[in-house]
């Protein structure tokens, strides 16, 4: 009698992995629609296409039937998809049988799916920032608030209005983003800027970015955009400072240092002039 895989895997549970032919298989092209996704147009990799002729696609995909179109569409995945597509077209012309993709099937609304295609796009590759931007965008005309689009995107409400604030930057900015010249945050305080100025204060930075490492680079372009920030204190400073502090600058001092601050002291008030203790007041 076969072995339970369960038990001889130690696991707690299993799933259904079914297996599709690529040519079956659904990826949106439609930009309106909400498992669009604009990295479909990236060209094939020649490694990928080998390694799946050789092997096959060992991850599963992730399905959704969508109920109105009765198509099966994919949800993540994409990128196996199309090299699987391609594989299989060298592998018929050369007389071998075609491959199959494993896929998991998902239940849910085509929001849900939009979620989780977002959530597992960014776990494990990133958008670059402009296409980031156009899809929080793209989610925010949905209805999504900063809060559901962090949560999704899995960075902080604070990245998520940085990252749009992209799109009200001129092409001149956000080639300079895309192309890793400038961070986002300088290109948030160049949005506020009318458009002529921004081009200018950009070729700025790039050039004051120019042929030094981050650290510095980001220290020049700071100055450039006229904005300060406080100097690092060494702890050899701080422990001087510390000498002389009293009372609750001296316990910051400490928790700055990795100290525990002491216990307060509490002084009792004295007593009224004239006022016997234990009397009614």
């Known amino acids: 009698m076969p072995k339970n895989s369960t038990l ?4 707690v549970g299993k799933s259904n992995v079914l297996f599709f032919e690529p040519e079956a298989l659904t990826i949106i092209d ?4 909400p498992l669009y996704d604009e990295r479909i147009h990236l060209p094939l990799k020649e490694s990928m296409v080998l390694n799946i002729m050789a092997l096959g696609v060992r991850e599963p995909i992730l399905v959704w039937k969508d109920p109105e179109i009765g198509k099966t569409i994919v949800v993540d995945g994409r990128g196996r998809v199309r090299h699987a597509l391609e594989a299989n077209r060298r592998l018929t012309a050369r007389g071998e049988p075609p491959l199959q993709v494993p896929g998991v099937a998902q ?4 929001e849900s799916m939009a979620d989780l295609m977002i959530s597992m796009n960014e776990a494990r590759h990133a958008d670059t920032p402009m296409a980031r931007a156009r899809k929080m965008a793209s989610f925010q005309g949905r209805g999504y608030s900063d809060d559901r689009l962090a ?11 940085q990252t749009l604030s992209l799109l009200d930057c001129t092409q001149t900015v956000q080639d300079a983003v895309e192309t890793g010249q400038i961070g986002i945050t300088r290109a948030k305080s160049l949005a506020k800027l009318e458009p002529a100025a921004q081009r200018e204060k950009v070729v700025e930075l790039i050039k004051a970015g120019e042929g030094v490492k981050p ?14 920030r406080g100097r690092i204190r060494s702890r050899k400073e701080i422990e001087t400072k510390l000498a002389t502090a009293e009372g609750e600058f ?11 601050p002491p216990e307060p002291v509490h002084t009792p008030k004295p007593e009224t002039e004239g006022t016997v203790i234990g009397d009614a007041p």
């Open 250 to 260: 001296a316990a910051a001092l400490q928790w700055v240092l990795g100290d525990t």
């Open 215 to 228: 650290h510095e680079r980001a220290r020049r372009q700071r100055e450039v955009l006229g904005e300060t």
């Open 107 to 110: 239940r849910g609304t085509p």
């Open 8 to 11: 001889v895997y130690g696991a």
């Open 30 to 33: 439609d930009p309106d629609h």
């Open 151 to 161: 949560i999704i995107f899995a960075c902080s409400v604070q990245t998520v209005r």
